[in-house]
């Protein structure tokens, strides 16, 4: 017999969906504003302030960023080192999380024990650009691929998931003349693509968000990812040469701050579009990673 439910369960429910719709529209309302503001005009932007709805639509801030190369140049470059940088981030903590995963292998405690401490201490900075520019990584895209290869915290989880797959399916393997490498690639990886689809995502948005590093080691700024760029035009002010005046009128001025919101929108449009492609497999990849230490 199903009962009603009682009056402060009722109030309750009320407030937590009060709170969270409230909490949901506070994260939501800056992504409205900056869109907003990428096609409002300069002239609504410095009068009214904060804007939802433009009522002048402009599209001058996209074709003003979309007159010269110089913007898609920098998206390129930050879809190369994210397409590149995720490959090999995934390739190579997979190829050690698996050896350590396994209980037969050799100084396997030892080795995680150093993978444990470097979560804990590093070199620091200084340290860290020595070593790149000795390495004769500094201007090139190696420096913001190789130095943060493998996430330490990443390879204990994934190695975590690959403990717990059964032993049998790698004893079955091994009967039928299996190496480790083709089990690795052809029965541990298959069955690990929820937390290895998880962690790809994670590492990608790490790459694609990355501006420090670049920063420090690429000093051409052809060579830009797109979050430099957006640091140098809103934080900096230093637009002026991401589009072409001449193309326009000859009293064009360009709109600062609907120019800053529309290279906002354009860097982030991308990872949000991949996003949802990926998010369903967020939670079993965490999860099941999780579970043993």
Same mark, same amino acid.
């Given at each position: ?34 869109? *907003? ?62 050896p350590l995963a396994r209980r037969d ?22 340290p860290t650009f020595i070593v790149v ?44 003349? *299996? ?115």
């Amino acid at each position: 017999m199903v009962h009603d439910r009682s009056l402060g369960s009722r109030i309750f429910d009320t407030l937590n969906v009060t709170f969270l719709g409230l909490f949901a529209l506070i994260t939501v309302v800056p992504f409205i504003y900056v869109i *907003a503001g990428s096609f409002a005009t300069q002239r609504e932007l410095l009068e009214k302030g904060f804007i939802l709805f433009p009522t002048e639509f402009s599209l001058e801030a996209y074709r003003f960023i979309f007159s010269t190369s110089t913007l898609m140049t920098s998206m390129w470059v930050t879809i190369f080192i994210t397409v590149a940088g995720t490959l090999i981030n995934i390739v190579l903590t997979c190829l050690m999380a698996y050896p350590l995963a396994r209980r037969d292998m050799d100084f396997r405690k030892p080795i995680q024990l150093m993978v444990i401490f470097t979560m804990l201490f590093s070199g620091g900075m200084i340290p860290t650009f020595i070593v790149v520019k000795e390495l004769g990584m500094i201007d090139t895209y190696w420096s913001l691929l190789l130095p943060g290869a493998i996430s330490a915290f990443n390879l204990i989880i994934i190695r975590s998931f690959f403990q717990q797959l059964p032993d049998g399916l790698e004893e079955s393997a091994k009967i039928d003349g *299996a190496n480790d490498i083709a089990i690795l690639f052809k029965i541990v990886l298959p069955l690990s693509l929820p937390a290895i689809a998880t962690f790809s995502l994670f590492y990608a948005v790490g790459h694609w968000n990355t501006f420090f590093n670049a920063v420090l080691y690429i000093n051409d700024a052809a060579k830009w990812p797109i979050q430099v760029l957006l640091r140098q035009i809103v934080i900096l002010s230093q637009g002026g040469g991401l589009g072409d005046t001449a193309a326009f009128e000859a009293d064009f001025v360009p709109p600062e701050q609907s120019v800053k919101m529309a290279v906002i929108v354009i860097s982030t449009l991308p990872i949000l579009l991949v996003y949802p492609f990926l998010q369903k497999h967020f939670a079993k990849g965490v999860l099941l990673g999780s579970v043993k230490g």
